[in-house]
């Protein structure tokens, strides 16, 4: 097993692209915020503002994850690619 010292700089880094990549693949499927955040059954689109920002050290857990991805209709895998 690699020993890695994991840094906040690379966590952000990680935050950061997946964040792109979810503001990318909404804007591509011309759904606001407000609509995303109604179709993933959150409370409002301030949680989902805040973490495509990663503002107030907001971002994005793995069921999140699952369900943008099942209502925008796109892999998983398309918020972890290189920006």
Not at 4 to 11: G, I, M, S, Y
Not at 22 to 42: D, G, P, T, Y
């Amino acid at each position: 097993m690699k020993n890695v010292d994991f840094e906040d700089k690379d966590l952000e880094e990680f935050y950061k692209k997946v964040s792109l990549n979810i503001i990318r693949v909404r804007k591509e499927k011309k759904v606001s915020q407000l609509k995303l955040a109604n179709a993933i059954e959150h409370k409002n689109a301030t949680f989902l503002g805040k973490a495509e920002l990663l503002a107030e050290d907001k971002h994005f857990n793995l069921e999140h994850l699952y369900k943008i991805s099942a209502v925008l209709e796109v892999d998983i895998e398309e918020f972890f690619k290189k920006i």
